[in-house]
């Protein structure tokens, strides 16, 4: 598989592997903030951000059930190795259901701070709604 030529571009929602190549119609992401460091979204790519890392956490949270069977893995038999074999196979499910736990928080973290960021872009909207409401109608 070729590389792409130029700066790689991140489509909302779009997946390269998907029947479909039609990139989605939503929000841009990652628009230069000439002010300072940092990007601004659009309304859409806001929402779109929220629904992606939601939807993450919700993949973790289903991957748990089967990391927490690993978790709790019984030996086959009463050997020495069957035991020896599941008490390792425990400490990895253990692990893993650890880092899943991290995953699903993280998500979870990422898609408030979009929230919040939308709250803060509702309010500005309504700001600047009511500013341009105070204006006099008509022309003077």
Same mark, same amino acid.
């Given at each position: 598989m070729a590389v792409p030529e130029g700066t790689p571009v991140y489509q909302? !929602?779009?997946?390269?592997? &998907?029947? #479909?190549?039609?990139p989605? /119609? !939503? !929000? &841009? @992401?990652? /628009?230069?903030v000439a002010e300072g460091a940092g990007f601004k979204y659009d309304e859409a790519t806001l929402h779109e951000l929220v629904k992606e890392w939601r939807d993450l956490a919700v993949e973790y949270k289903n991957d748990l059930i089967d990391a927490n069977r690993i978790a709790? $893995?019984?030996?086959?038999?009463? +050997? @020495?190795?069957?035991?020896?074999?599941?008490?390792? /196979?425990?400490? &990895?499910?253990? =692990?893993?259901? $650890? =880092?899943?736990?991290?995953?699903?928080? @993280? #998500? +979870?973290?990422?898609?408030n701070k979009y929230v919040t960021a939308l709250g803060k872009y509702a309010t500005a909207e309504d700001h600047a709604t009511s500013v341009i409401n105070q204006q006099p109608k008509g022309i003077a």
């Open positions: 909302p !929602g779009f997946d390269p592997g &998907s029947v #479909c190549k039609a989605p /119609t !939503g !929000g &841009s @992401y990652g /628009t230069p709790l $893995a019984q030996p086959p038999g009463l +050997e @020495y190795a069957s035991g020896d074999n599941a008490s390792i /196979t425990r400490q &990895s499910g253990k =692990a893993l259901v $650890a =880092a899943l736990n991290q995953r699903i928080a @993280y #998500c +979870e973290n990422m898609a």
